[in-house]
Nanobody, 125 residues
């Protein structure tokens, strides 16, 4: 089992920045690809970004390219999401997710194995 705990959400004005963190425990962190997803009210959970076990490969949703940056520190068992130039449409609960690097996975949430409890991000206009 992998336990994930997100932090860093909050209220920010449009154009502002936030940095989310996700602390992992339970298994060897570097064995897992990590991802961030979000779910806005009344909408399905959607993929935001993922990073491979080493941090050498990332994949972003088009909606956040150039504004969000994912990174990881395997020594600290933590993955980060730096969010800049935030827009009201970025308002959502943001979830951290993990999947074993050797497993087939995709941006589809169902292909990810472990989830945090979520942290809320609200961007005011």
């Amino acid at each position: 089992q992998v336990q994930l705990v997100e932090s860093g959400g909050g209220l920010v004005q449009a154009g502002g920045s936030l940095r989310l963190s996700c602390a992992a425990s339970g298994r060897t962190f570097s064995f897992y690809s990590m991802g961030w997803f979000r779910q806005a009210p009344g909408k399905e959970r959607e993929f935001v970004v993922s990073i491979n076990w080493s941090g050498g490969s990332t994949y972003y949703a088009d909606s956040v390219k150039g504004r969000f940056t994912i990174s990881r520190d395997n020594a600290k068992n933590t993955v980060y999401l730096q969010m800049n130039s935030l827009k009201p449409e970025d308002t959502a609960v943001y979830y951290c997710a993990a999947v074993y690097s050797g497993s087939d996975h995709s941006p589809a949430p169902a292909t990810w194995d472990y989830w945090g409890q979520g942290t809320r991000v609200t961007v005011s206009s």
